[in-house]
């Protein structure tokens, strides 16, 4: 599929928003991608996550992770399609980390797989669990790279789609943007 059909998906499924938004870094956009619009069609988790793993077939990957809560999703979809293991990390006392028994030997190759990535922090935290463990991380793979460009890992990041959405920390938000109301998305207070 190409950058362009992938997009076509988000729009059909109604997830890319503008508006006024508090990202989960804390920082504000005039665009958000809402991913569950996408995700909460199983046809099309299917087809991107069967894309993502085609990215990372050849490396060898013996499980994959993803962040709670839409990286499940994916890491189920993509480990699948690689027919291999996959599991998850959750938010605990404000990290990302192991539970449920879930754990990785030194000798896995991992491939960590996100939703969107617009900061990076998340996958930062999946990547320091899972060298806690010793294990090799052959990549990240993502739906959307919104970061453009801005978020580096020491790892290679292979996304379906690349974008480069601006975003605002929240002592630089424009006259024009502030005027907006704000929708927190993801959370109860909407």
Not at 169 to 185: H, M, N, Q, S, Y
Request: aromatic share 8%; with cysteine; charged share 30%.
């Amino acid at each position: 599929m190409t950058e362009q059909e992938i997009l076509q998906i988000f729009k059909d499924a109604g997830a890319l928003l503008d508006g006024h938004f508090v990202l989960t870094s804390g920082n504000h956009s005039p665009h958000y991608i809402e991913k569950f619009r996408v995700l909460e069609h199983p046809k099309y988790t299917e087809m991107l996550c069967r894309e993502l793993a085609a990215k990372f077939e050849h490396d060898g990957v013996t499980i994959v992770v993803g962040p709670m809560t839409g990286g499940i999703l994916l890491a189920y979809e993509v480990g699948k399609n690689l027919d291999t293991k996959a599991i998850f990390t959750e938010r605990v006392d404000g990290k990302m980390k192991f539970r449920r028994g879930f754990t990785i030997k030194p000798d896995d190759r991992v491939l960590i797989v996100e939703d969107i990535i617009s900061t990076g922090g998340s996958v930062q935290e999946v990547i320091e669990e899972v060298e806690r463990f010793k294990a090799e991380i052959v990549g990240i793979g993502c739906l959307i790279d919104r970061s453009g460009g801005k978020a580096l890992f020491k790892y290679p990041l292979r996304p379906l789609v690349k974008m480069d959405v601006v975003a605002y920390k929240p002592d630089e938000v424009p006259e024009w943007l502030a005027k907006i109301p704000v929708t927190k998305p993801g959370s109860t207070n909407k």
